[in-house]
């Protein structure tokens, strides 16, 4: 362990919080399931049940699922809420808190009736809760510290038991001290498949699933501002932000399943190209058939959820992103003039003699930003980064790309390269004569029936007043 992370890791409290979990006992400990970690930030391939009922699994975007053991009939996991850290893209990491060695956590999967018991170890230097965000369960399950239990302790470790009673997407964050816990990364998404067939959910042949997240981490430091309301510097999908966000890939024809949650201050209007798409569940459950519609954005609301679905029928390499430019970029100053037209060479090469790496940004627009190769301070994302097979992508932020081909064999999650197009379908450069340009016919005192209008013009009267007008 590096010096820099034992001393974040013992200041965020973690090292004095495993001292104090021995409070649990030994003998509760033995009993409980064993909690699964993961540092590493790919997207892990689907987790098959090997136990308990039939499923098929999700996808969790730069995530994972989280296993369990099967226990008298009831499904067990177990979660620790602790401080992690999580690389945002290459390049920054940030230091959260999150639960299994992740921000967000890991995915839970379970199947409509299954009893579910879920341990919860907080190794955080303050108390926690988790509730089960859009869950139908006991009062005293929900997890609202202070109303609907005690809160969880540092060192000490509770257990939440109930049926999951209907299928859907669901998410889980505390409700204690939310502010901080939010906005430092914890959450997770919990995913209730269908037992047997369901007249509104559809077997899919690829179902994914990520959450919106939010920080504002100033650059070069790694810790979250907590107290920040609006004005967000990273917008990130399960805590990556692009170019760390991996892509969806598909096979041509295949259904796919697209599960969006957001935990955010904020909407986001969730924008899909080359495709449309029909909403076919919320947080309450699926959309009936006869409810639903051709869509190619649909807007997210704060702590709503979003499922999509649509045939990946035209192949190529399309853009998935948030649809409000801002949550494309990365860490950027707004407080950053326009200097659009602004000739100031002149002034440039005064500067230069003063800081020799000074350069010319903004006049012509900001694109120039994504070629440039400045110095950044430590631990600092550019605004716009990422290549394509034309050059500088321009993004940052929340964007990704799904990827769809047709010798992508089923069950094959990895990425198949950009696409190759085939001749004549790329926009190029016309180099031929130019056509000459309209021109609107000539004004004349006609009526659009032909006839001859009298036209009459008042001069005003006066000078230098507007009395009368």
Known sequence: MSNARRHFLARAGLIGAAAASAAVGRGALAALPEPASQQGAATAPPL?????????????????????RMNGGVKEFHLVAEPVEREIAPGMVARLWGYNGQSPGPTIEVVEGDKVRVFVTNRLPEHTTVHWHGQRLPNGMDGVGGLTQPQIPPGKTYVY?????RPGTFMYHPHADEMVQMAMGMMGLWIT???GGNPDIARVDRDFCFLINAYDIEPGSYVPRVNTMTEFNLWTWNSRA?????T??????DRVRIRIGNLTMTNHPIHLHGHEFEVTGTDGGAVPRAARWPEVTTDVGVGQMRQIEFIADEEGDWALHCHKSHHVMNAMGHEVPT??????????????????DYMVMGERGMADMAEMEMPLPENTLPMMAGRGPFGALEMG???????????????????????RHPEGTIAREWTGEAAPAPRAPAQTGSSPDGRKVEMQVRKPQGHGSHEGH
């Open 397 to 419: 932020g929340m964007f990704s790309v799904l990827k769809v081909r047709r010798d992508q064999k089923p069950g094959d999650y990895s990425d198949p390269g950009w696409y």
């Open 48 to 68: 098959r049940p090997s136990t308990g009922r039939p499923y098929d699994p999700v996808v969790t975007l730069n995530g994972w699922s989280a296993p369990w």
């Open 193 to 195: 498949h269908p037992k």
């Open 248 to 253: 969806l890939n598909v096979r041509r024809g």
């Open 242 to 246: 692009f170019p760390g966000i991996d």
């Open 339 to 356: 200097m659009i037209g602004v000739d100031h060479r002149g002034l440039v090469e005064k500067i230069q003699k003063l800081v020799p």
């Open 161 to 165: 038991e109930f049926t999951a009673r």
